[in-house]
């Protein structure tokens, strides 16, 4: 699968990521497996939407990730060192299970700001919410 400019589908071994884009906001959507066999996708694709046009707005939506380990702590800190304030424009949606422990433990929960739903991480950036996504 490929991508274009305001979109698209990549899909790795067990790690399938797709895009939204709007003005405001860039919705990546992370399906399936994320690990030392995977962790290079999300890496070039994160690096391959702030190359093409950085987002005002990043919301990483986990909410169907099977799997993660420690690897896919350094690929979200690497993304939350691409805003200047963070807090202001990136969140994390359905952080659960396995994910949800790893960032607990490790304590790098406390770098981002999480949400059950993409709705309720729109509302806390100050973005209107659209049913597009």
């Given at each position: 699968m490929g991508a274009d400019n305001h979109g698209g589908s990549y899909h790795q071994q067990d790690l399938d990521t797709d895009?939204?884009?709007r003005e405001?906001?860039?919705l990546l959507s992370l399906q399936?497996?994320?690990d030392f066999t995977t962790h290079a996708l999300l890496h070039r694709r994160i690096e391959d939407l702030f190359r093409e046009q950085p987002p005002p707005a990043l919301i990483l939506d986990l909410t169907e990730l099977d799997f993660c380990d420690s690897s896919s702590l350094a690929i979200l800190i690497?993304?939350?060192r691409?805003?200047?304030?963070?807090?202001r424009c990136l969140a994390l949606v359905g952080v659960n299970?396995?994910?949800a422990r790893l960032l607990e433990l490790t304590r790098v929960i406390t770098l981002f700001r999480c949400y059950p739903t993409r709705e309720d991480a729109m509302k806390a950036l100050g973005l209107a919410s659209t049913?597009?996504?």
């Open positions: 895009r939204a884009v405001d906001v860039t399936g497996v994320l690497a993304i939350r691409h805003f200047p304030d963070p807090d299970g396995r994910m049913s597009r996504w």
